[in-house]
């Protein structure tokens, strides 16, 4: 019988370190709305954006490797600014009120007409949200929402963004996404009060399915404050 019980201590030392950025113009979003039925509780209209490609998709930063070398590679597509296509962006949004009761849902779209330049297009998206809200007091309010998200992966590819990162591997982007958001507004209505809205949403993901490789989404907590004179 011959008993064994290594120690192995081990450590490790970073070389270095690095930040990448980019920062510019994105790109511009246009919109319209059209109204399908406007009544005393129910509202109804379409929306339709279009998105032009001003924003940038070819940026470059220094980075250090391994070999403690500093090349500017292109950087990977969350990076880029743009989509680099144009991108139609309908939607139908329903709306209702009764009494001290709100609800409402809404269709919203991303269509990419083509590939970009680099040779890829970004995912099209559809998102559907359903909500509804309650006025306890003339000053509070109450809301539920679920927002349903589908995304599609990056069609095509840039050959020059080839970095050993997931986020150079355009199957690793889109997904499904289900979201549940509970909220409450306070409304100042006398006073000092007067004008001042605040909102506080806490949004926690109950079911999601990345595509490859990528960070879930996590809860979040959302504030507002807005001031009308």
């Not at 080839?162 to 690793?172: A, G, K």
Request: glycine share 12%; no cysteine; charged share 15%.
């Amino acid at each position: 019988m011959m008993p064994m019980g290594p120690m192995m201590p081990m450590s490790m030392n970073e070389t270095g370190v690095f930040t990448t950025k980019t920062s510019g113009i994105g790109d511009t979003k246009i919109g319209a709305l059209y109204s399908l039925r406007s009544g005393d509780n129910t509202n109804i209209h379409l929306n339709l954006g279009l998105s032009i490609p001003t924003g940038k998709i070819d940026y470059t930063d220094q980075i250090l490797t391994p070999m403690n070398t500093t090349p500017s590679p292109r950087l990977p597509y969350p990076m880029q600014l743009g989509s680099g296509t144009y991108d139609i962006q309908p939607g139908i949004t329903y709306a209702g009120t009764r009494n001290s009761w709100d609800w409402g849902s809404q269709v919203k779209m991303i269509i990419r007409l083509d590939d970009n330049d680099e040779g890829y297009s970004l995912g099209d998206q559809t998102q559907v949200t359903s909500w509804g809200g309650y006025r306890f007091t003339h000053w509070l309010t109450g809301s539920l929402r679920l927002t349903y998200t589908h995304a599609d992966e990056i069609s095509g590819k840039d050959a020059l963004i080839n970095l050993p990162v997931q986020t150079s591997n355009p199957d690793n982007f889109g997904g499904e996404r289900i979201d549940l958001g509970v909220g409450i507004t306070l409304i100042g209505s006398e006073g000092a009060q007067k004008g001042h809205r605040l909102a506080l949403e806490y949004e926690t993901t109950i079911d999601q399915d990345v595509n490859g490789i990528q960070m879930e989404m996590q809860d979040m907590l959302t504030i507002g404050y807005q001031f009308s004179l």
